[in-house]
């Protein structure tokens, strides 16, 4: 990597360092997202772009903590159409949890050989699972009409039986999101089971939302084969959710969390969750009006300085 411009030819953009819109360049444009192919790099890695941009990345997480209003999105006739900001969300969602299985899974590794900070580990990775909750509430904030008019056949068109099971990053988390890893250590091991349990609950219920009746994709072309090799509909799936594979460092993972968190923000303070004369919001089924879940979406700002606070701290560890 080239040190004086350590972001040429890995990531789109750099840090967000305004309130006025700047991802994708334009209003509710989406980027390419790069992530490693398997797993992020160890500790020593991490030092290194600790030392070289840090402090800039602090920054950036301070003003997500802060809140402030975005400077030039407020109004919905600012933008070409509704289905543009849900298919923005849809996107955008996605790789922001791709980011946060990559942060989960290094975060389950380390604390496997590492008994030292074990609680705050587990607060950590509750963190990250409480971050993966709320991408799933905002990627299917859609109204059930944008779903099935939009998103269900652009995924089509990729696939016919497109599907989450071919989500590269979500092997290694897997067992602990189900329910079927045992995680020890008192208090914060038992509120990590519990976010994890929240998180199959929303996702039970998004899907509740969203397809209410129909089969899913793959359910629908089952016995036609259809399908392939797994490794090239990894490939199908990341392409479709404008997902590169290079061996970037943390940090620059870091980096490209930190727009996507931006740009959500300012979304977010715009058009709010459940976006005005939509349907959406009526049409929650009543697995997603349980007191936790809507504390989970009316939380959604600090959640999202909650991810950059976990997201930097390996970084403040090695530094």
Known sequence: MNRSNPYDGYV?????????????????????????????????????????????LESSRQRLLTGHAPGNIGAQESIDSLEQVFWFRWIVGHQTTFILWQLLARAL???????????????????????????????????????????????????PAFSGAWARDYGNVRALLRGRESVHGGDAAVALLRECRL????????????????????????????????STLRVLYDAYFMTLRAQVPYDLVVLQLFRRLHAIRQDLAAQTLYVPMTPSEAEKPQA????????????????????????????????
């Open 12 to 56: 789109v953009g750099r840090l967000p360092d305004s309130e006025w819109w700047d991802f994708g360049g334009h209003l509710y444009g989406l980027e390419p997202l790069t992530l490693p192919m398997d797993a992020l790099q160890d500790a020593d890695d991490v030092t290194g772009g600790a030392a070289m941009h840090g402090a800039a």
């Open 109 to 159: 590794s380390k604390r496997a050989v590492d008994a030292d900070g074990r609680e705050q580990d587990l607060h950590r990775e509750r963190c990250l699972v409480r971050g993966y909750s709320a991408m799933l509430l905002y990627a299917g904030s859609c109204p059930r009409e944008v779903y099935h008019k939009v998103i269900r056949p652009s995924m089509a068109r990729q696939h």
């Open 199 to 230: 998180n199959r609950h929303i996702h039970e219920g998004i899907a509740a939302k969203l397809v209410p009746s129909a089969p899913s994709l793959l359910q629908s072309t089952a016995g036609h084969g259809m399908v392939g090799q797994l």
């Open 288 to 319: 997603l009006w349980r007191p936790d879940v809507v504390a989970c979406e009316r939380s959604m700002p600090e959640i999202l300085g909650d991810i950059a606070t976990a997201a930097l701290e390996p970084m403040i560890r090695t530094a």
